[in-house]
């Protein structure tokens, strides 16, 4: 009798045991999915934030580089690095050699290049950072989103 009531205990704890474990768990799969939704909606706000910002910048850069593009010979390495730039196929070491040609834009003093030309050397510097720094957030964020929608609950 002793040995059955031992059996009916053990089996009645390890039924609630699981039963706990089995709650548990759908609890956890419930906040995995109500992660995933937050992640899916965040994601939502950052493409409409990012076809509203980065476009903008995009076209900053865009004309800026218009209106450094200059005819004389001497421009030819900016004006096929700014080609690059706006065509999105500059590297990072083209990146670095069109800053530093923007620098030496910003203080060229010959009769042929105007302040505006010599403040917008400038400003490029920081619109290219900013076109740079947005399109790798958005890629990071895909990315995160992505991972997120892979994982599945265990």
Not at 79 to 85: A, M, Q, V
Not at 91 to 97: L, N
Not at 98 to 117: A, F, G, N
């Amino acid at each position: 009798m002793f040995k059955e009531i031992l059996t009916l205990a053990l089996g009645a704890g390890f039924g609630a045991l699981v039963s706990m474990y089995l709650e548990a768990r759908k609890s956890r799969t419930d906040e995995l999915k109500e992660l995933e939704h937050a992640i899916i909606a965040i994601n939502s706000r950052l493409d409409i934030l990012s076809t509203q910002v980065s476009p903008l910048w995009a076209r900053v850069q865009s004309e800026i580089a218009g209106e450094l593009h200059h005819p004389h010979p001497r421009y030819a390495e900016m004006d096929t690095l700014l080609e690059k730039l706006e065509a999105l196929l500059i590297t990072e070491d083209e990146r670095v050699r069109l800053k530093e040609l923007l620098v030496q834009r910003s203080v060229d003093m010959h009769e042929d290049i105007t302040d505006s030309q010599r403040s917008s050397a400038l400003i490029m510097i920081s619109v290219m950072d900013k076109v740079l720094k947005e399109t790798n957030d958005h890629a990071a964020a895909a990315a995160a989103v992505a991972a997120v929608k892979t994982k599945s609950p265990e």
